[in-house]
T-cell receptor, first 113, second 111 residues
């Protein structure tokens, strides 16, 4: 059973470009979570999704950030018009049911030049 | 707003020694997780503690939960170099499953 998959693993963007981060949950998991980790800090919750629904986006910045988890395909975290402050590691996690252990992917390390 | 604090933030210890990492949280929760992160890597689930008084052990690591004190501990017994990593506790407040992470404890075990 493959774990949570994320791609790309590393992403370099110039200021003003768009970043798209993909996450495929573990097989049988329908709950997906996105977290952001700044250097030397803990993870901060961004958004929680189930198939085709955003359940909780209280950690998402109001502008430039969006997330989706379509019926088919991976979950996507999209950052428009990136700024240097967006440079961070973005982790996706999945769980089979609500309030069960979340399993994390390898992360996407975004660098904005 | 739920706050989760860990201490110490950094811990350097010799092989063979024992030590405890503390995780305090500010609001009621009965579900607490411990994760391990190696540099540049993802998070590995170590323990999930579901109720007051829960204790779990795996190898040289033992985690416990006191929900009344809002405190969890991760005890390291006879540390070995392979345990060097950053350890995070994370609290699920019981609504919508979003985890609030502690600041992390960077453990360095020296030979």
């Amino acid at each position: 059973n493959a774990g949570v998959m994320q791609n790309p693993r590393h992403l370099v963007r110039r200021r003003g470009q768009e970043a798209r981060l993909r996450c495929s949950p573990m097989k049988g998991h329908s709950h997906v979570y996105w977290y952001r980790q700044l250097p030397e800090e803990g993870l901060k919750f961004m958004v929680y999704l189930q198939k085709e629904n955003i359940i909780d986006e209280s950690g998402m910045p109001k502008e430039r950030f969006s997330a989706e988890f379509p019926k088919e395909g991976p979950s996507i975290l999209r950052i428009q018009q990136v700024v240097r402050g967006d440079s961070a590691a973005y982790f996706c996690a999945s769980s089979p049911r609500v309030q069960e252990t979340q399993y994390f992917g390898p992360g996407t390390r975004l660098l904005v030049l | 707003e739920l706050k989760v604090e860990q201490n110490p933030l950094f811990l350097s210890m010799q092989e063979g020694k024992n030590y405890t990492i503390y995780c305090n949280y500010s609001t009621t929760s009965d579900r607490l997780y411990w994760y391990r992160q190696d540099p540049g890597k993802s998070l590995e689930s170590l323990f999930v503690l579901l109720s007051n008084g829960a204790v779990k052990q795996e190898g040289r690591l033992m985690a416990s939960l006191d929900t009344k004190a809002r405190l969890s501990t991760l005890h390291i017994t006879a540390a070995v170099h392979d345990l060097s990593a950053t350890y995070f506790c994370a609290v699920d407040p019981g609504t919508a499953s979003k985890l609030t992470f502690g600041t992390g404890t960077r453990l360095q075990v020296t030979l």
